[in-house]
């Protein structure tokens, strides 16, 4: 689905998961968790400037996945050095799509998100 509603020159920008997306999509995603990145950008995070940078990116699309359903508002808040909290509007949702997260022991159901952020930053 995030094939048919990217183009290939859009930018995405994803917490967890971008390997896996960016693999079964065909699309480049960039990897905002900081795991594979450059030291450029484990600075960063590590200075709380995530958001200056996400100016400077630009990226059209962002995408998640959440264990809570929105209806109105979505509000996603992610742990690096800093806590960072992204809020949108429920209208921004491109796709949502369900989610099983974890093993047969550990089963959680939950969402995978494509938000659309252009003009956002």
């Given at each position: 689905k995030v094939q048919e509603l990217v183009k290939e020159n859009e930018i995405i920008f994803q917490i967890d998961y971008s390997g896996l997306i960016s693999f079964f999509s065909e699309r480049k995603i960039?990897?905002?968790?900081?795991?594979?990145?450059?030291?450029?950008?484990?600075?960063?995070?590590?200075?709380?400037?995530?958001?200056?940078?996400?100016?400077?990116?630009?990226?059209?699309?962002?995408?998640?996945?959440?264990?809570e359903k929105y209806n109105?508002?979505?509000h996603y808040e992610f742990h690096s050095f800093h806590k960072y909290r992204f809020d949108f509007n429920?209208?921004?949702i491109l796709y949502k799509h369900p989610l099983i997260y974890?093993?047969?022991?550990?089963?959680k159901y939950g969402y995978f998100y494509l938000i659309n952020t252009k003009n956002e930053f």
């Open positions: 960039v990897n905002g968790d900081g795991l594979i990145n450059s030291f450029h950008y484990y600075n960063i995070l590590k200075q709380g400037k995530l958001f200056n940078y996400l100016k400077e990116l630009k990226p059209d699309y962002f995408v998640f996945y959440s264990f109105v508002n979505i429920s209208d921004r974890g093993g047969i022991f550990r089963k």
